[in-house]
């Protein structure tokens, strides 16, 4: 839940206005706390969790990319074709979007991983709809652009470690995500400039680990949001995790808080 908040500032007659002390010391912190308190109107604005459809966005998104990359589907030249739309739309433009409400749900981790990733995800959609029209080399024929493709991992790689660690302080289950995800990425930007088509292979295998924790993840987050208990264990820090028991960030203001219920 995210809010908004405005301060009416009294006119000259108004008895609780401070005096313009030109720099001096004025009026104490009680006066200022309680001028501040009764001239700020707080507006609450709920807003569901953005790393639900961020968190489905990718897990299916990376499915289907890193499956590709395992060799487990697509040989042909009509793969990237069909690759493009989905990879460009639910991959990208889902995450970019959970992006921007998790900027206003004031959550700063959810803010920058899909933005960073949606980002990634709309140039990859791209990237293929050129290649599958032949107006690029394709990763698969040109190993300079295999190369150039593993510098673009190594980025993502160095953004997503720097998340892994301050999803520690969340909870696991987003903590494992990110975990996968950075391996992943570290070990296809390892294969591809380096020419191990194996690091290529196992890279892609532990990035459907990822897609299938980020899936558990966002479908955790769905079961909390609907039923107001934890459905399935996300092991939150500092709060019990078994199911039956009440989310330790519920999405809702907290009572008491005076103004920002900050994240999801």
Do not use: C
């Amino acid at each position: 839940m995210t809010t908004t908040s405005s301060a009416h500032l009294a006119g000259p007659s108004s008895p609780g206005r401070l005096p313009d002390t030109n720099g001096r010391h004025g009026a104490s912190d009680d006066a200022e706390y309680t001028f501040w308190r009764e001239h700020t109107t707080i507006a609450l604005q709920p807003v569901a969790a953005p790393s639900i459809l961020g968190l489905f966005g990718f897990a299916v998104s990376t499915f289907m990319v890193a499956a590709n990359l395992a060799g487990w589907f697509g040989n042909d030249t009509s793969t990237p074709l069909v690759l493009f739309p989905f990879a460009f739309a639910f991959g990208g433009i889902a995450q970019l979007l959970a992006a921007m409400w998790s900027y206003r749900a004031r959550d700063g981790l959810a803010t920058g991983i899909h933005g960073a990733w949606g980002s990634f995800w709309i140039g990859y959609g791209i990237y293929t709809l050129l290649v599958g029209l032949n107006v690029v080399p394709g990763t698969a024929t040109s190993p300079d652009a295999k190369v150039a493709f593993g510098f673009w991992f190594i980025g993502l790689a160095a953004v997503t470690w720097t998340g892994f660690v301050a999803a520690l302080a969340e909870n696991i289950a987003t903590s494992l995500v990110l975990l996968t995800l950075a391996a992943g990425s570290t070990l296809l930007a390892i294969g591809m400039t380096a020419a191990l088509p194996v690091l290529v292979t196992i890279g892609a295998i532990v990035l459907v680990a990822s897609a299938v924790l980020a899936w558990y993840t966002a479908s955790a987050m769905v079961l909390a949001g609907s039923t107001g208990r934890n459905v399935l264990p996300m092991g939150q820090r500092g709060a019990p995790a078994m199911p039956g028991t009440s989310p330790r960030r519920p999405i809702e203001y907290a009572a008491g808080q005076p103004g920002v219920k900050i994240g999801q």
